[in-house]
């Protein structure tokens, strides 16, 4: 009989059943999720594979550029624009670009999130099989909601993730939260339903409003192109405004209503989440990568880093998140070799 763990890696290990010969390193890069409450979204860019690795959170991938394969213990599925899968706590992943792939994760206590569908998804007899949450096994589940749809989303996503900038108090970042996981779910929710099941009641719509303004959108689309592509340039909201002959005031309120933050934020936003991946995939000092996306001042990145990840992008490097090689991981590895 197992013993009592003593610390929260040794009841992971107990609940999950993993070899106490080979224990999990944890790591914090997602340690954003601390309450049941929490929702953590963060946005990487892939072009190299991951580690076989493990959350002890619920975890949705999105695609919203390129593509990418991704393998679990169970097993693989491409993922392409517009896709995004689901993943129970303790299952691991790993994801390989093809040749890059733009992806927002979103970390959640499954518990949490089992219960907050289920209250979006009152009636299960008008779910597809397998994918309402009280029926959910944690294997891995894909919808294609589209491109389209995920765009409007990914504004949300966006504020999300600034919302867990450590400026709100506790009680704002819930509710807040709470807020934006509805509209996200307004979105998504009729991809989870049989259209063959019979309703009394309205169906959900897309949310109304300026979403819907393809002009906006494209001035907006080609700024973040603009900034990703020179992500280096000392960019204001005045140079920004020029290059796209508009005016300062409405580059600003487009990019807030479609974006989900000012140019200059989502300028941070942007050039964080490549410093991110040059921490990740690269050797270069952390001094270096700073500079390539634009900071001068490495103490800058690694503010913005820390707030993100909770750790420095030196502690991020020295602590692998890797997952045991188990019987079903030496399988897919097998497979692996002979394909």
């Not at 691991?92 to 089992?114: G, K, L």
């Not at 020179?230 to 409405?250: D, F, N």
Request: aromatic share 8%.
């Amino acid at each position: 009989m197992r013993s009592v763990a003593a610390t929260p890696e040794d009841a992971f290990e107990a609940a999950h059943d993993l070899p106490p010969s080979q224990p999990i390193r944890f790591t914090r890069p997602y340690a954003a999720v601390q309450a049941p409450g929490d929702i953590a979204a963060i946005e990487m860019v892939r072009t190299v594979p991951s580690s076989r690795t493990v959350f002890r959170h619920a975890k949705i991938l999105n695609v919203v550029e390129g593509s990418c394969a991704l393998d679990t213990a169970e097993s693989r599925h491409v993922l392409r624009p517009g896709m995004s899968l689901a993943l129970g706590t303790g299952k691991w992943c790993r994801v390989r670009p093809s040749p890059s792939v733009r992806i927002w994760a979103i970390y959640a206590d499954e518990q949490f999130w089992r219960t907050q569908m289920a209250w979006f998804l009152p009636d299960a007899e008008r779910v597809i099989a397998g994918l309402h949450p009280l029926e959910w096994d944690g294997r891995a589940i894909v919808l294609a909601p589209g491109i389209a749809v995920l765009r409007q989303v990914e504004p949300i996503w966006r504020q999300m993730s600034i919302l867990r900038s450590g400026t709100h108090s506790p009680e704002v970042v819930a509710t807040h939260t709470l807020e934006l996981l509805a509209r996200w779910m307004r979105l998504i929710l009729p991809y989870f339903l049989d259209e063959a099941s019979e309703t009394t009641t309205a169906p959900w719509t897309p949310i109304n409003g300026r979403l819907t303004d393809s002009g906006s959108i494209g001035y907006v689309g080609q700024a973040i192109r603009l900034l990703r592509g020179r992500i280096a340039e000392p960019w204001t909201v005045g140079a920004l405004s020029r290059e796209l002959s508009l005016s300062r005031t409405h580059l600003t309120r487009m990019c807030v209503q479609h974006a989900g933050a000012a140019p200059m934020r989502l300028l941070t936003e942007l050039r964080l989440t490549e410093f991110a991946r040059l921490i990740e995939e690269t050797d270069i000092s952390v001094m270096r990568a700073a500079s390539e996306v634009g900071w001068s001042d490495p103490r800058v990145a690694s503010h913005w880093f820390h707030r993100r990840y909770g750790i420095t992008p030196t502690q991020y490097r020295r602590t692998p998140h890797t997952v045991p090689e188990d019987r079903q991981s030496h399988a897919i590895a097998a497979n692996d070799t002979s394909r």
